[in-house]
């Protein structure tokens, strides 16, 4: 599905709710020598995933094919810092250990959240930050896009740790339900449904690209729409 390469872009209105839509969370503070790092709130544990910056070609690169529409384009160099970024979709278990209750549906602790907008995620971070100490926070689109393609250990694949979608990714499912996370296939990383599964909310307004090249971009100042990345278990198969 073209929905589901590592370049596509969506957009949704900040208060939007939709059962395809869930999030995943960043730290800017990671230590390097951690690749991996587990985190606990009220007896649930989360794991955050090291990723080296650097420098990477962010939009409708050539693996990218004709599947990519203009909104991809053009094409420009971005720089990162390190970050971490957890190695899956915040899932049901987690929000509730913070929040004290999952609105959720189709309920199932491992499942991703979904049905919550874009402010209800910085209600979720803001207790977060409270609970651990720490400074987490929604991706940028340009660590989203990083991240999905393996970083410094990217191979250059359509979908985020395959080129072949089977492995790595839920989609063009009409049973109305979601999937537990870390099922299929991570990528280079060690980062899961970045392909699929459910759509993931991103901090940056929804904007045209510029060309040149940016370090730590975090996107237009204002907008209408908020950024959400990766393909949904809703996605459709497309053979072009």
């Known amino acids: 599905s073209k929905d589901c390469r590592v370049s596509n872009r969506d957009k949704n209105l900040p208060d939007c709710e939709c059962a395809k839509l869930g999030l995943r969370i960043v730290l800017a503070e990671g230590e390097e020598s951690d690749e991996y790092q587990t985190y606990v709130v009220n007896g649930v544990m989360f794991d955050?995933?090291?990723v080296k910056g650097g420098t990477f070609t962010m939009g409708a690169t050539s693996e990218q094919g004709s599947k990519a529409p203009d909104d991809e384009s053009p094409a420009h160099q971005v720089t990162l810092s390190d970050f971490m970024i957890?190695?899956?979709?915040v899932t049901q278990k987690l929000w509730k250990a913070v929040m004290g209750s999952d609105p959720s549906l189709n309920k199932g602790t491992s499942y991703p959240m979904i049905n919550i907008s874009w402010d209800e995620c910085q209600i979720f971070i803001k207790r977060l930050n409270l609970l651990t100490g720490l400074n987490f926070r929604l991706p940028t689109e340009?660590?989203?896009e990083y991240a999905a393609r393996g970083g410094i250990k990217s191979k250059g694949n359509m979908f985020s740790g395959s080129n072949d979608i089977d492995k790595v990714a839920w989609y063009n499912d009409y049973s109305e339900s979601k999937h537990a996370v870390a099922i299929k296939a991570p990528n280079e990383l060690g980062l899961y449904d970045m392909s699929g599964n459910v759509r993931e909310w991103c901090s940056d307004w929804y904007g045209d690209?510029?060309?040149d090249?940016?370090?730590?971009?975090?996107?237009?100042?204002k907008g209408n729409s908020r950024v959400c990345r990766g393909g949904s278990w809703k996605s459709k198969y497309e053979n072009d």
């Open 209 to 211: 690209y510029d060309g």
């Open 48 to 50: 955050m995933v090291f």
């Open 213 to 221: 090249s940016q370090t730590n971009p975090k996107g237009p100042l």
């Open 86 to 89: 957890a190695s899956t979709e």
């Open 142 to 144: 340009a660590e989203w």
